[in-house]
C-alpha cells in the first residue's frame, strides 16, 4: 500500500478494495485486522503534549502591563506603603489566575474534536458480522450503518440504498447530503464526493456499506485536529497598543526621574538619599498602576453586559478586541440564515405564489401579486398543499411556540407550506391514510407514496427532481383544477428560474390508482401522473442578520461569507444580505491555485467564499490578517475550528455549534444570530472608548504632579508635595475616580463610525496635547495655590494640605469633562448620564475630607485643617482646570467639525484621515 494515499473518491468502489485488499462481503481476516492494527495504531487522535500548569501559571507574569503593576509594587514597598503593595499585587494574582483558567479552557479544543469519534462499529470480520470499539478499526475494513449511525472512520462507500449524511460539521452544507457508490473527480471540494463517509459526520437516513480508507489522524476530523494544534493565537490589537504605550511611557519616566536626581544633587545641592525617595516618589507618580485593573474591571462590565444579550464571553480580551474589528467572516448557514428549510415559491400551471414566514413556523401564508390568497380561491394550490403534507415522513413540533422538527429539512419545509396553507394534519392523515411508500434513494430521485380516501378512491402523491418527475407526467392541473396535457418547455424554465434564485426545487405530481390497490411498486411509476407544481425551498436569511449586515456596514466593517455550500447558494443569500452584490463569489478550487501575495490582493475585493475547508478558511482570515485587518470568524463545525482559533476574534454558535468549534473560540453566541455579534461589536467600541477615556484622565494626574515636584527643584522651592502625598494623590484618585469611567455607557453614534486604525497609537496628537495641556493646568494650578499660601503667611503644613487637595479636586472636576472626549459634559446627559460619576466623587470627597481633617491621617501625611475660606480657593483652583478644559473641547470641536461630523472624536493629527 503507498504511503502517500490516493484519492479515494476519484477510485471505483471495486478499485478501492483492491487497492486495501479486502473483500465486500467477508471483510478482512480478524488476523489480518490485528496485524494492520499494529501497522496504523489505533484509530483515534493523539494526544497532543501540554505546557503544565506550573508552567502556564508562571508566564501569565510575562505581560508588560503585570511588570509595571510590580515595579510599582516595588515601589510602593519601598516606601513602606504596604496597603498600596497589597492592593497592586492583589490585582497582578487576580490577572494572572484569570488567563491560567483561560487558557486551560482553550487548550481543551482538540479534546473536543477527540470526543466526535465514534464509540463502537458494527465491520465484517472473516465473513461475520462483529461489533468492535472503533478504536480498533483498520483501513480495509468493511463497516455496516444505518440510519441514526455515526461514522466511525474516513469510508469509501461500497453500497448504498437511500443513503443521505449529514456533513454539517466539516461542510456547513444546511441540509443533508445524497450519497451513492459513484466515483468523482479527483478535484471535487469535500461536499461533492458523493461516494465518501467522513468521521464524525451522520447517517441522516438510508444504509451503506463502507470500506475503511483512513483512521486516526488520516481521516478528515484528523487533518483538522493536526491543522488546530499548529495554530497560533495572535495577541489583541489593545494589548498591543498597551505595550507599546507603556514600552514607551517607561523610558519617559526613567529619563524625567533622572533628569530630576541629577538636577537637584547637582544643580540644587539636594542630599542624594532625599532625592533618591523623592525619584522614587515621582516613578510611582507617573506609572500608570491603576490601568491594568481598570482594564480588568471595563472588561468584566462588558462581559457581564454581554451576557444579557446571548453573547457568552470565553476570553476577557475578546470582548475589546470587538470593538477593533474591521472585518467580520460569517459562516452561512445557521448564523446569517435560520439553518430551517422554508418553501419560497410555489409555481403552479398559471401562476406563481410566494410564500412568506421564516423557518418551520407556521407563520405566514402564500401571496402573489403582492396580494395574500386563500386555497378556496385558487383550486390549483390545495392539492400542492395535500401533497406536500402526505408525501412526507417528517414531523413537526410545537414546544411553546417554537417549532423543532423530526426529519429531512426539506420534508419539514413542505409540512410548514401545508400549514400555512390552511391544512389541518390530523385531519388530513385520517381523510387520506398512507397504505404504502416508495422512500426516497438516490438512484431514481423521487418519494411516493400510495393513499386511500373513505370514499373509496386510491391516488399516489410524488415528490422529487424536476426533470425525473417531469418523465412521469403527461397532464398538468390548470387554475380551475382540470387536467391539461403537459407543457414540459413551461416547467423547464420555471424550474430554471428557481435554481438561479438559489431554490432547491421539487417536484409534486399525482395519479388515480384502483380502489382496490394496497401496495406500491416502480411499475406503478412510469407515467400517467399530473403535475401539480413545483416547490423551490431554500434556507433564509435572518431578518434580523440583514438589518445587523446594514448596521456593520454603516460602522465601516466589512463583512464576508465563508461557506463550505454550493457558489449559486452562497451568491444568492449574500445578495439578500448585502454581502458581495454584483461580485463573484470565489469557490475553494479557485482559492488553491492562488499564492499567498495573489489571496492578499482577491480577499480585499471579493465578498463571498463558496465551498471552503478548514484550510481556506484558515488561509483567509491569514490572508486579512496580513492586509491589517483585525478579523472576527464565525462559525459551528469542527471544519471551522482551526480559523476561529487563528482569528482575532473567534465566535462559535451556542445552540448548533460543535464541542470543537466553541473550545477554539474566544465567544459564544448563545442564540446562533448575527445580529447578536453586531450588539457585541458596540459593546467591544464602547469598552475601548473606556479604556482611553481612562488613559485621558489618569495621565494628566501622574503628569501633573510630576511637574510639581520637577519645577520645585528646577526653581530650588520647598517641595509642594511630599512622597508619602504623592502617593495619597494616586490612591485616592485612582481607587474612587477612575473606576467609574469602566461604567460609561457606549455613546450613541458608537456605530455609525469607521472601525479604528489598528496601528493606532493609544495617544494621538489630540490625546498628548490633553494630557501636557491638562497636566500644566493642574501644576499650576497646584503649585501657585502653595506658592500664594505661603506669600501669605501660611504654614508649609497648610500649603501642602492646599496643594494635595487641588490636585484631587481638579481630578474630580476632570473626571467629569473625561467623560467625553469632545463633546461638552454640560448637559443632562454628560452630567446625569453615568451616576457611578457623582457616586465616586462623593467617595473621593469623603477621603479628601479626612485626609484634611482626621487627627491620625495628619500626623501620617502631614496635613492640617483648613478653613472654610482656603477650602473655597481649592475648589476655584480645581473648577478652573475644569472650565479651560470646556473651553478647549470647544475649540477642538470647531476645529474639527464637531458639530456636523460628530463621529470626528479623535482626529488624527496627520490630517490624513479621522478615526474616532
Not at 496635613?863 to 475649540?891: C, N, P, Y
Request: net charge negative; proline share 4%.
Amino acid at each position: 500500500m503507498s504511503p502517500t494515499p490516493p484519492a479515494w473518491h476519484s477510485l471505483s468502489a471495486d478499485a478501492t478494495l483492491e487497492q486495501l485488499q479486502s473483500h465486500q462481503t467477508r471483510g478482512l481476516a480478524p488476523e489480518e485486522a490485528t496485524r494492520r492494527l499494529a501497522e496504523y495504531g489505533p484509530n483515534r487522535l493523539p494526544q497532543q503534549r501540554k505546557r503544565p500548569a506550573w508552567l502556564r501559571l508562571l508566564l501569565q507574569f510575562h505581560n508588560v502591563l503585570i511588570y509595571v503593576m510590580l515595579v510599582a509594587a516595588a515601589v510602593t514597598a519601598a516606601l513602606g506603603h504596604w496597603l498600596d503593595t497589597g492592593v497592586l499585587m492583589g490585582a497582578v494574582i487576580i490577572n494572572a489566575l484569570i488567563g491560567f483558567v483561560q487558557e486551560g479552557k482553550a487548550e481543551s479544543s482538540l479534546d473536543a474534536i477527540r470526543r466526535m469519534l465514534s464509540l463502537h462499529a458494527t465491520v465484517l470480520r472473516g465473513g461475520e458480522r462483529r461489533l468492535v470499539d472503533a478504536e480498533a478499526l483498520v483501513p480495509g475494513d468493511v463497516v455496516l450503518l444505518a440510519s441514526g449511525d455515526k461514522v466511525p472512520a474516513d469510508l469509501r462507500i461500497l453500497q448504498a440504498r437511500g443513503l443521505r449524511a449529514n456533513e454539517a460539521v466539516l461542510t456547513g452544507e444546511s441540509v443533508p447530503g445524497d450519497k451513492h457508490e459513484g466515483a468523482v473527480a479527483a478535484d471535487a471540494a469535500l461536499g461533492d464526493r458523493r461516494g465518501m463517509l467522513y468521521s464524525g459526520t451522520l447517517v441522516a437516513s438510508g444504509t451503506a456499506v463502507g470500506l475503511v480508507v483512513a483512521t486516526g489522524t488520516g481521516t478528515e476530523l484528523g487533518r483538522i485536529s493536526a491543522l488546530l494544534a499548529t495554530v497560533e493565537n495572535n495577541t489583541t490589537p489593545l494589548l498591543r497598543q498597551i505595550a507599546r504605550f507603556s514600552h514607551r511611557l517607561a523610558l519617559v519616566i526613567v529619563a524625567f526621574v533622572a533628569v530630576t536626581f541629577a538636577i537637584g544633587v547637582l544643580w540644587r545641592g539636594q542630599a542624594p538619599a532625599e532625592m533618591f525617595m523623592m525619584a522614587v516618589a515621582l516613578a510611582a507618580s507617573a506609572i500608570p498602576e491603576g490601568l491594568p485593573a481598570i482594564m480588568t474591571i471595563t472588561l468584566a462590565l462588558g462581559v457581564r453586559r454581554m451576557a444579557r444579550h446571548n453573547a457568552i464571553i470565553r476570553q476577557l480580551s475578546a470582548v475589546e478586541t470587538l470593538g477593533s474589528v474591521t472585518v467580520i467572516c460569517s459562516d452561512k448557514t445557521g448564523t446569517l440564515t435560520c439553518n430551517e428549510m422554508m418553501v419560497q415559491r410555489v409555481v403552479t400551471a398559471p401562476h406563481v405564489y410566494d410564500v412568506t414566514g421564516t423557518g418551520y413556523a407556521p407563520e405566514g401564508g402564500l401571496h402573489r401579486g403582492g396580494q395574500s390568497v386563500a386555497l378556496q380561491d385558487h383550486p390549483a394550490l390545495a392539492p400542492i398543499a395535500r401533497a406536500a403534507l402526505l408525501c412526507n415522513d417528517a414531523a413537526l413540533h410545537d414546544n411553546e411556540g417554537h417549532w423543532t422538527l423530526t426529519g429531512d429539512p426539506t420534508e419539514g419545509a413542505l409540512l410548514t407550506l401545508a400549514l400555512k396553507a390552511g391544512l389541518d394534519a390530523q385531519a388530513e392523515h385520517a381523510h387520506h391514510p398512507r397504505t404504502d411508500a416508495i422512500p426516497f434513494e438516490s438512484e431514481h430521485r423521487f418519494m411516493a407514496t400510495l393513499h386511500h380516501d373513505h370514499a373509496g378512491h386510491a391516488m399516489v402523491f410524488v415528490k422529487g427532481a424536476p426533470e425525473r418527475v417531469l418523465e412521469m407526467c403527461a397532464t398538468q392541473r390548470d387554475a380551475q383544477g382540470q387536467d391539461v396535457p403537459l407543457d414540459p418547455d413551461y416547467w423547464r424554465r420555471a424550474a430554471n428560474d428557481c435554481a438561479a434564485r438559489a431554490l432547491r426545487v421539487l417536484a409534486i405530481a399525482t395519479k388515480a390508482m384502483p380502489a382496490g390497490q394496497q401496495t406500491l411498486d416502480f411499475a406503478d411509476m412510469e407515467g400517467g401522473f399530473t403535475l401539480l407544481g413545483l416547490l423551490g425551498s431554500m434556507d433564509p436569511p435572518r431578518p434580523e442578520a440583514m438589518a445587523a449586515v446594514a448596521e456593520c456596514h454603516a460602522a465601516g466593517i466589512r463583512v464576508k461569507m465563508i461557506t463550505g455550500d454550493h457558489g449559486e447558494t452562497a451568491r444568492a443569500i449574500g445578495a439578500q444580505l448585502g454581502i458581495g452584490v454584483g461580485k463573484p463569489a470565489l469557490t475553494g478550487a479557485e482559492i488553491e491555485l492562488l499564492d499567498d501575495a495573489a489571496l492578499r490582493q482577491v480577499v480585499a475585493e471579493v465578498d463571498v467564499f463558496a465551498r471552503a475547508s478548514p484550510e481556506h478558511k484558515l488561509r483567509l482570515v491569514q490572508a486579512l490578517q496580513a492586509n491589517g485587518e483585525v478579523v472576527a470568524m464565525t462559525g459551528d463545525g469542527v471544519n471551522d475550528a482551526p480559523a476561529l482559533k487563528r482569528a482575532d476574534v473567534g465566535v462559535a454558535m451556542g445552540k448548533n455549534g460543535t464541542e470543537a468549534a466553541k473550545d477554539a473560540a474566544a465567544m459564544v453566541l448563545a442564540d446562533d444570530n448575527f445580529a447578536t455579534l453586531g450588539h457585541a461589536v458596540r459593546e467591544g467600541r464602547g469598552i475601548y472608548d473606556n479604556v482611553r477615556k481612562f488613559i485621558l484622565f489618569m495621565l494628566p494626574t501622574n503628569g501633573g504632579e510630576a511637574l510639581i515636584v520637577f519645577a520645585a527643584i528646577v526653581f530650588g522651592l520647598v517641595l509642594p508635595l511630599t512622597p508619602a502625598q504623592v502617593l495619597w494623590i494616586n490612591l485616592v484618585t485612582s481607587s474612587t475616580l477612575g473606576v467609574a469611567l469602566a461604567f460609561e455607557p457606549a455613546e450613541g453614534d458608537v456605530m455609525r463610525r469607521r472601525p479604528r486604525d489598528p496601528s493606532e497609537s493609544l495617544l494621538t496628537g489630540l490625546f498628548v496635547w490633553r494630557v501636557a495641556m491638562v497636566s500644566v493646568l493642574m501644576a499650576c494650578a497646584s503649585l501657585g495655590l502653595f506658592l500664594w499660601e505661603q506669600s501669605q503667611g501660611a504654614s508649609i503644613e497648610t500649603a501642602r494640605t492646599m496643594a494635595v487637595s487641588s490636585v484631587v479636586l481638579a481630578e474630580m472636576f476632570y473626571l467629569y469633562s473625561s467623560r467625553h472626549v469632545i463633546h461638552s459634559v454640560l448637559t443632562r446627559e454628560g452630567l446625569l448620564g453615568n451616576l457611578k460619576v457623582p457616586a465616586s466623587i462623593a467617595v473621593c470627597v469623603a477621603l479628601q475630607l479626612a485626609f484634611v481633617h482626621l487627627p491620625w491621617l495628619q500626623a501620617v501625611f502631614g496635613s492640617t485643617d483648613l478653613s472654610a475660606a482656603e477650602w473655597a480657593r481649592v475648589v476655584l483652583a480645581g473648577a478652573a482646570v475644569f472650565a479651560v478644559s470646556e473651553i478647549e473641547k470647544t475649540v477642538q470641536r470647531r476645529r474639527a467639525g464637531a458639530a456636523s461630523l460628530p463621529t470626528c472624536d479623535f482626529p488624527d493629527t496627520t490630517g490624513s484621515r479621522t478615526w474616532r
